[in-house]
Each structure stands twice: as structure tokens, then as C-alpha cells.
């Protein structure tokens, strides 16, 4: 029985290559949160419009 030879360098260049994308991944910006902040201020518009409406009504 033969054992079959593994290139170590062939691992270790698609290691160094795994590594390289996670570091440009990591460098990447965070996405923006502005959308959020727009979805909670239109929530709490319309929750005080219908706590109004209520109590006006």
C-alpha cells in the first residue's frame, strides 16, 4: 500500500488565500444603520398618531 503524497504547499497557498478574503472581508465597511433609525422615528410616529387619534376620539 502506498500512501498518496499531499502537496503541503498547495494547502498552504489555499490557506494564505482563505486568509487574504477574510481580511478583506473584516475591512470592509459596516453596513449603515440610517434605515433603522428611519424605521424606529416612522414606528413612534405612528404609535403617537394612534394613542392620539384615541384619546382624541
Known sequence: MS????????NTQQFK???R????AS????PSRLPI??????ALLVVIAVV??????
Open 27 to 30: 475591512a470592509q465597511e459596516p
Open 21 to 24: 478574503q477574510q481580511e478583506a
Open 3 to 10: 500512501d498518496p503524497q499531499v502537496d503541503p504547499a498547495g
Open 37 to 42: 433609525y428611519i424605521g424606529v422615528g416612522v
Open 17 to 19: 488565500a482563505f486568509a
Open 52 to 57: 392620539a387619534y384615541l384619546a382624541i376620539g
